[in-house]
């Protein structure tokens, strides 16, 4: 079977540390979409390493990582990732497969994304600029060019001709720019990346599936931010949930065992875009601060807020979560009361649980339920029945209202930073 870890918010709630953590059940871990504007910081031996493309898994010499179809991947950015990794002495070549119907970002796919970006104004999306969107444009366009056109003997004429089509829409943006080194650094990480097992990963996946071996699927971004179900338009752009396994590795949906679901104990946002329980006071500062909450691909500072049930439950029914994993309690340490937006009152009065098709034209008022918080220190503890009483309230009220588990607390960044709330059932 094929288990699937991805997360429930509005991305960054932690799924590299437990894809890492996950790993050694597993003999294959497969990304199944986005591209590096995602970014799954793992800790390990007072070791930090911030991945983007490549699979989480790649640091558990026994496991098969996977980049799948449904990745979109920038060569350049590949190669630098790579060279990050040299220092941990891995058989990077050995352990790691590339699909080739993997979607190819290409220079001027950064700067479409900067254009239309400069073009939107004040009603900027809040894009990471690393030409995600425009990449998958041209893939639903059917123009794009996929890792196994670089084996092509005319791979540059293919190249050529995208590059025509977009400069044609850069000049109509007026938009200024100069190729000659990006260029360079990208037919040098081509040439790089033909060193790669390319394969057609759908049969791997399946074969390993035959052979009974395990598989983790690790989605990238987060379910609020799908193309379909997200707080449109400001979502990236691709299929964020479950759905997304079968379609960005190539299985089919009787394959699907386990549904991890990750979320923090409190909400982040990065970029623009709706969000009902943002806290835009000191305490959100405080909160930010405590959580290091900047974006580990950009940098840039995440908007924080309370919990919000009506987003998770909604996230949970489209995922088919089976098993929830809450991440930075240790962030609330600092806490005398602890706040989860319940349900949300609309503008004309009505209370409801459920997500509006229109959120982010309509302003809702969350509704709250407040717990005492827990005001001590979280480290240390590897059980439950060591955590406050006042955590352990908080995490139950969740259980009975979610009607999911909570199998494990994070109670910080390294992988050891793991409370066990119950047997995981893999």
């Known amino acids: 079977m094929i288990d699937i870890l991805l997360g429930l918010q509005w991305g960054d709630e932690g799924k590299g540390k437990i894809v890492d953590v996950l790993a050694p059940d597993y003999q294959v871990v497969a990304r199944f979409q986005g591209g590096p504007n995602a970014g799954h910081t793992l800790e390990f031996n007072g070791n930090k390493h911030v991945l983007h493309q490549i699979p989480s898994g790649i640091f558990r010499p026994d496991c098969l990582n996977i980049i799948g179809n449904g990745v979109v991947l920038d060569p350049i950015i590949f190669r630098k990732e790579i060279d990050a990794l040299a220092k941990y002495n891995l058989e990077l070549r050995k352990n790691l497969v590339i699909s080739k119907k993997t979607a190819v970002i290409i220079p001027t796919h950064r700067l479409l994304d900067a254009a239309y970006e400069k073009a939107k104004g004040d009603a900027k999306i809040g894009s990471t600029l690393k030409g995600i969107g425009p990449a998958y444009s041209d893939k639903v366009a059917r123009q794009g060019l996929r890792l196994g056109d670089i084996l092509s003997p005319n791979f ?67 379910s609020l931010l799908d193309i379909d179900f997200g707080s449109y338009p400001f979502v990236t752009s691709s299929n964020t949930t479950a759905a997304g396994v079968c379609s960005g590795l190539g299985v089919a949906p009787n394959t699907i065992g386990e549904v991890f679901g990750i979320f923090k104990a409190y909400c982040t946002r990065v970029g623009s875009g709706p969000f009902p329980t943002e806290l835009k006071d000191d305490l959100g500062e405080k909160i930010r601060q405590e959580g290091r909450e900047f974006g580990a691909t950009t940098g840039r500072p995440r908007r924080t807020g309370w919990l919000d049930l009506p987003a998770l439950k909604y996230s949970i029914m489209l995922n088919g979560v089976t098993q929830l994993i809450m991440m930075k309690a240790d962030v609330l340490n600092f806490l005398d009361e602890v706040k989860i937006c319940t349900h949300y009152r609309l503008p004309d009065g009505t209370i409801t649980e459920q997500m509006p098709f229109d959120l982010t034209d309509t302003d809702v008022e969350p509704i709250y339920k407040s717990f005492k918080g827990w005001e001590c220190s979280l480290e240390g503890m590897r059980t439950f029945d060591q955590i406050p009483a006042e955590l352990a309230d908080y995490v139950s009220y969740l259980e009975d209202v979610l009607e999911v588990p909570i199998s494990f607390i994070s109670t910080g960044p390294d992988r050891e930073a793991l409370i066990l709330r119950e047997a995981l059932a893999v």
């Open 156 to 222: 540059k004429k293919k190249y050529q001709d995208l590059v025509a089509k977009h400069t044609q829409i850069l000049d109509f943006y007026n938009f200024e720019y100069d190729l000659t080194e990006a260029e360079k650094d990208f037919f040098s990480a081509i040439e790089f990346i033909k060193e790669f097992d390319l394969r057609d990963t759908e049969y791997i996946v399946n074969d390993s599936l035959k052979s009974g071996q395990r598989i983790l699927a690790e989605g990238a971004q987060g």
